[in-house]
């Protein structure tokens, strides 16, 4: 096997200059620059497909590698692009599995309140009231919230958000909702509160196993995802056969009632001007949910599902490449030319385009 490439952010060592060993005796170094260069996967982006290209006046600047892997109705793998079997961390694509073991804990979450905890919210009104009431509710805080604070995701919303004299909070910030469950179970099981973003607490425990029985694979990684919860990284066939697993569960069982709140209230789970609420509210029985560095998951009602990564985390080509895999899935609906609308602007007007290339 060829080794694997050198981390560009290390510089190479100069023979003339002796290496700083900031802790220990020589050759010792930290454990955070150890992390820095050790290999991070087996893969890299040139061995990658293409899978969407940027388009400025007729000339092509620019290329979105990544996979894609489609299971068919009966969960097996019906065709793939690039590497689907390489673990990534789907970051928000693993909500309705972290909602599931929030219910699975004893926390009777229904409606807008159980499509909330499965959401990246744009940080519109409704959101942000729903994520203050469902804390009220549990005698809870918003101090008590352990996401980062920040603006809301919608940049149409943070807008008005400043131009009101609003501050990072918090409420604010687009995983809000989940955390507001956690600490709402956590508060009903006598769960201690402080410490309930770590991977050892009960709670996080039990998504650990959610996650592993709904993706049908043990979690290759945990890692902390950008809001502070602990991250379980899947392979992409994992990923798409969880939200198949979503889909096909029983009537009442923790995992459908997760499945249908998104899917009857979308606009809780991202926003109304947001992709995976477009495509819930206007294709009857599809389970969709993106993730941060452009990755996206997606059931279909009759049992087929899917699942990709943009791999330079470019979340522009999502769309595109969204609305492409549904087509090629004989999904016809006019919602598509809408999500695979990514335009290239050039002064005032529209010179160009992000477009799929399979």
Partial sequence: MSAAPADPSIPPSSPSVPPVHPEGAAGEALPALQALRAPRSVRTSPDLPVLAEVVRSGFVEGHHRGSLVVLAADGSVEWALGDADTPVFPRSSNKPMQAAGVLRAGLDLTGERLALAAASHSGETFHLDLVRKMLDEHGLSAGLLQCPPDLPLDPVEAETYLAAGGVRDRVT??????????????????WPLESYLDPGHP????????V?????????AVGTDGCGAPLMALTLTGLARAFRSFVAAAPGSAERRVADAMRTHPEYVAGTRRPDT?????????????????????????GRAFAFKIDDGGGRALGPVLARTL????LDAPVLARIGHAPLMGGSGEVGEVRATF
């Fill in 173 to 190: 910030m687009n995983c809000s909702g989940k955390h507001a469950a956690m600490l709402a179970v956590c508060a009903q099981r006598g």
């Fill in 203 to 210: 709670l996080q425990q039990l998504i650990h196993t959610v």
């Fill in 212 to 220: 592993e029985e709904a993706a049908g694979e043990p979690v290759a």
């Fill in 278 to 302: 477009w495509l819930m509210r206007e294709v009857p029985g599809v389970l969709s949910k993106m993730g941060a560095e452009a990755v996206q998951a997606v059931a279909l009602p009759d």
């Fill in 327 to 330: 087509t090629r899935l004989g």
